[in-house]
Antibody, heavy 129, light 106 residues
């Protein structure tokens, strides 16, 4: 069974750093793109970016480029989303999600897209002084 | 690419046929997915490639359209369909979502 299990809720102060995680199981972690989606309180879904675990190729939405960093540790089957300096406006629930299908390294060298068929439970990040 | 869903809010009765529309600001062929997000839960994939039902999704859900206009239809609304529904375009990065349609059961 495919599962994505995310790290627990976080309460942080503005300016602090943070790294949240998403552990995949039940499938070949390295060959499925993983994405991150933000949902601010009471609002809709925002596509932040995707990362390919095999070679850590990361593609960011312009809205999030430079604001967050995506990474993976293949040995732990875990993807990460991190901030170097949080702001109150980063308060949101963050979901990781996996592409429906696997993609080869060759396929992933160009444009690749797929719907998110598997989702983590979300990590609530609250930033407040 | 900007996606506009209509309506933003919808109230319907059990057994009703419900239709939600998603319009894209640019041509996206059939590169569109639909998700359902129940209150307090993560989204779930319903439909991809505009009209292909994801495995395990009830057959009362269907999708249609291509180009710039798409629809999600629930043929006979059930109480458990209370949720917010989102479309997502998969044609170009960033793979944007629509603003959502909140569905209430009367």
């Amino acid at each position: 069974e495919v599962q994505l299990v995310q790290s627990g809720a976080e309460m942080k102060k503005p300016g602090e750093s943070l790294k949240i995680s998403c552990k995949g199981s039940g499938y070949t972690f390295s060959s499925h793109w993983i994405g991150w989606v933000r949902q601010m309180p009471g609002k809709g879904l925002e596509w932040m970016g995707i990362i390919y675990p095999e070679d850590s190729d990361a593609r960011y939405s312009p809205s999030f480029q430079g604001q967050v960093t995506m990474s993976v540790d293949k040995s732990l089957s875990t993807a990460y989303l991190q901030w170097s300096s949080l702001r109150a406006s980063d308060t949101a629930r963050y979901y990781c999600a996996r592409y429906r299908e696997s993609h080869s390294l060759y396929e992933s060298s160009g444009y690749v897209s797929d719907p998110f068929a598997f989702w983590g439970q979300g990590t609530m990040v609250t930033v407040s002084s | 690419i900007h996606l506009t869903q209509s309506p933003s809010f919808l109230s319907a009765s059990v057994g009703d046929r419900v239709t939600i529309t998603c319009r894209a600001s640019q041509y996206i062929t059939s590169n569109l997915a639909w998700y359902q997000q129940k209150p307090g839960k993560a989204p779930q994939l319903l439909i991809y490639a505009a009209s292909t039902l994801q495995s395990g999704v009830p057959s009362r859900f269907s999708g249609s359209g291509s180009g710039t206009e798409f629809t999600l239809t629930i043929s006979s609304l059930q109480p458990e369909d209370l949720a917010t529904y989102y479309c997502q375009q998969l044609n170009t990065y960033p793979n944007t979502f629509g603003q959502g349609t909140s569905l209430e059961i009367k």
